[in-house]
């Protein structure tokens, strides 16, 4: 499979604590990339470099072979083509959920309001939310707002999908609502970099995990040798904080 | 009080009424525009102009409308710059309205999370789409209770309009009471007309507030 993805040498830096040191990671094409770590250790970080919403101080960020950040053109253009859905959903509380989807496509892409819809549509149908088109975010609960805010980035048609603790701000019974719209997305080939806490969904879903600790990848590892046989101690005892017997 | 002279002043209560309304209404309308613009600059940090609005900000807000009109109306033509009484009530008002007009919306701006700004941006947005398509409307929103108060402040310092002779409301009834001494009646119709301009407004601004909140919030 072809890269789609490269990050190397990445450095944030705030002043002088150092967030993300020199990372590496070349991701393929339809690959799924599940991103696990201590609170703190960057991970999130990661996810919003990699879209540029965060400053960059040493290496770079190509996406098909473009260096997208540090960027030199258009930012805007750049992050049409990466998705990235937050843990506090964010939808415009403003807009119902159909303007919501439709408003970045036919605003940024310019495409007409009438296909936008119809598109919209197909997807909140996909999602099983055809009937909540004209709520507004606040009419909806928590697994309907992350719903939302999923396929509102994939609108866009997004090469890669950014997911950030989708699921962290959600009660727990509405957690498996929202991981299976993920899952079924890593089916029909998406590229995802998800970021999340839920270790048994990580495993269902990652081609690769990778442990961050304190600013660098760690370990990396398909899910069966990363879960099974983890070759670090810190990752045996990150691993270990998740058990309970 | 006598009916008599109630119904004999009423006209030209209602001249100074719309005098007053017409002035208003064009004076707050101006604030409304200077106070985006300024909101605009400061929210986007544009450099010169966020310092200018600043200044122009604390300038306008600290001193009295009455300074403000007096420097207008009989500073400016010692500099050559002449302008009417109704004009000058106009900017006047859209000076001082600006000023708080602009700090309404930048409380409303401020209120607004940061991670709207992300999600517009993570979906390829300008940062001027952002603004105008995510930012401001639910900023505008957040603001409406501090604009309608302004409003209805605004159109209560238009009072101070009789120091420059505009036959406003307020002069109409100092001017009668000079001429008549009939003071009970000319201070009724005062109340009167005063209230009559600005419940609608108020009744108006709750409504208003309550849609965009239950929009907004569901609350």
Not at chain 1, 51 to 70: H, M, R, T, Y
Not at chain 1, 150 to 174: F, G, K
Not at chain 1, 210 to 237: A, M, Q
Request: charge should be neutral; charged fraction near 20%.
């Amino acid at each position: 499979m072809e890269e789609i993805l490269n990050i190397s040498n990445l450095t944030k830096r705030y002043d002088d604590l150092v967030v993300l040191d020199h990372v590496n990671l070349s991701v393929k094409k339809g690959e799924v990339i599940v991103l696990v770590g201590t609170s703190g250790c960057g991970k999130s970080t990661f996810l919003r470099c990699i879209n540029a919403l965060e400053k960059i101080q040493e290496g770079k960020v190509s996406l098909d072979g473009e260096v997208i950040n540090p960027a030199g053109g258009k930012l805007n253009t750049v992050r049409e083509r990466i998705g990235m859905v937050f843990q506090s959903y964010d939808l415009f509380p403003h807009k119902t959920v159909l303007q919501n989807m439709i408003l970045a496509p036919v605003k940024v892409k310019k495409i007409n309001k009438k296909e936008a819809e119809k598109e919209a549509l197909a997807l909140l149908d996909r999602v099983g939310l055809l009937s909540k088109k004209d709520s507004y975010p606040h009419q909806l609960s928590g697994g309907q707002k992350q719903r939302v805010a999923i396929v509102r980035a994939l609108m866009m048609h997004p090469e890669v999908l950014l997911l950030d603790e989708i699921t962290a701000a959600l009660d727990p019974e509405m957690v498996r609502e929202v991981l299976d719209v993920v899952i079924s997305l890593a089916r029909e080939g998406r590229t995802m970099i998800i970021v999340t806490h839920e270790l048994t969904f990580a495993r269902a879903v990652a081609d690769r995990m990778i442990f961050i600790d304190g600013g660098k990848i760690v370990e990396e590892g398909s899910p069966e040798e990363f879960f099974n046989h983890p070759k670090t101690d810190r990752l045996k005892k990150f691993l270990d904080s998740f058990s309970y017997d | 009080m006598n009916a008599e002279v109630l119904i004999s002043y009423f006209p030209l209560y209602g001249e100074a009424f719309w005098l007053t309304v017409r002035i208003g209404l064009i004076g707050i309308g101006l604030a409304f525009v200077i106070g985006i613009v300024t909101a605009f600059f400061s929210y986007f940090k544009v450099p010169f102009f966020s310092q200018l609005s600043k200044v122009y900000i604390e300038l306008f807000r600290n001193t009295p409308l009455l300074v403000q009109l007096f420097f207008i109306y009989f500073g400016l033509p010692k500099i050559g710059i002449r302008i009417s009484a109704e004009v000058c009530g106009v900017v006047g008002l859209g000076l001082l309205g600006g000023s708080y007009m602009a700090e309404g919306f930048r409380s409303g701006l401020e209120a607004v999370p940061k991670s709207q700004t992300e999600s517009a941006l993570a979906l390829g947005m300008t940062r001027g789409q952002m603004f105008f398509n995510v930012i401001f409307p639910e900023a505008f929103s957040l603001s409406v209770p501090a604009i309608v108060a302004n409003i209805i402040f605004l159109l209560k310092e238009t009072s101070v309009f009789s120091a420059i002779s505009l036959m406003d409301l307020m002069f109409t009834a100092k001017d009668l009471i000079g001429l008549y001494y009939n003071t009970t009646e000319a201070l009724f119709l005062l109340v009167l007309f005063y209230m009559v301009m600005l419940l609608p407004v108020s009744i108006l601004g709750n409504v208003i507030e309550k849609k965009v909140r239950f929009k907004m919030f569901g609350a």
